[in-house]
């Protein structure tokens, strides 16, 4: 029996080896391809909290349109409405309430918790039940110039602009507009 050999072979048919040069490109073409997804991934990363941050949602004091462990966006470039939920920072924390009232407003609230804006009573379809909860402030309120009334939509036990550590909320503290629920996945969708 005959034995093959490297040597036996025609010149063509020998098979190469890598060159050492071969190696080492694609050594440096794999460090550069995964260096550049990770600049990438930090990119989009920071553009995301930049310009659509995503909060975890902690008690009920927003239950029932927000729940606990929900996981929202939000936008940092939505004119702020009536009605519209905003994140914002207060004493090193981030709250997640309802705008009541606008730079401007006066803001009412009666023994029964029923809301009254510059005179009229709000419509809040959002809220089961109304309530004073926990209220310190003097009404009426007259809001200053970029200053919102916040409050929760549990408002049994959300603590929001009607008690006067939080009180009004300043635009500068405002992180963005709540727009859409992104976790659980069986929850996604938008924010009214």
């Known amino acids: 029996m005959e034995e093959n050999n490297k040597t036996d072979l025609p010149p063509e048919e020998q098979p190469n080896s890598v060159p050492a040069k071969a190696g080492k490109r694609f050594s440096r073409i794999l460090i550069s391809t995964v260096s550049s997804a990770l600049v990438a991934a930090a990119i989009i990363v920071l553009l995301s909290w930049l310009l659509s941050p995503a909060l975890n949602i902690t008690g009920s004091g927003m239950s029932p349109t927000l729940s606990s462990s929900q996981t929202v966006l939000c936008s940092k470039f939505s004119d702020i409405e009536q009605g519209d939920i905003i994140a914002f920072y ?34 809040e379809p959002y809220i089961s039940d ?15 110039d970029g200053c ?45």
């Open 90 to 123: 207060y004493n090193r924390k981030i709250l997640v309430k309802r705008v009541i009232g606008l730079p401007g407003d006066t803001i009412e609230i009666s023994g029964d918790g029923t809301v009254i804006r510059n005179g009229s009573p709000l419509d």
């Open 130 to 144: 109304k309530s004073l909860g926990k209220c310190d402030m003097q009404f009426p309120c007259t809001l200053d």
């Open 148 to 192: 919102y009334f916040v409050m929760g939509d549990n408002r049994d036990s959300s603590v929001d602009s009607r008690y006067s550590q939080i009180g009004c909320v300043y635009e500068e503290n405002i992180i963005g507009k709540v727009y859409l629920r992104i976790l659980p996945l069986k929850h996604f969708g938008a924010v009214d």
